[in-house]
């Protein structure tokens, strides 16, 4: 038998918005640093890796309810994603 959902305010529906597209920007991370490492020879492994500790990150959090910390950590998130991405796209130079 499935249990009803409990229906999602707009705030709540906005931060998941919100945290699925920080999660996906770090999955299109993981592309860019399997295109830097093809040569290496151990690409899909090290896009397997990354793609495991992204997930493992984020099911950590999953079950974080104060919006504050959420938006703290959707914060938090961007800005080591943009920190990550200049730096994988320097060592793509």
Known sequence: MRTVKEALSLKRFMLRSEVLKLYRNYMKIG????????DAGSS???????V???RCEFRLRKDVDD???????????????????????????
Do not use: F, M, P, Y
């Not at 592309?31 to 093809?38: A, G, S, V």
């Open 31 to 38: 592309r860019l640093i399997e295109e830097l490492n093809k």
């Open 44 to 50: 899909k492994e090290l896009r397997k890796e990354w």
């Open 52 to 54: 495991d500790w992204v």
């Open 67 to 93: 919006e504050l910390t959420i938006k703290t950590l959707i914060g938090h998130g961007t800005r080591q994603l943009d920190e990550l991405e200049r730096s994988v796209r320097i060592a793509n130079s």
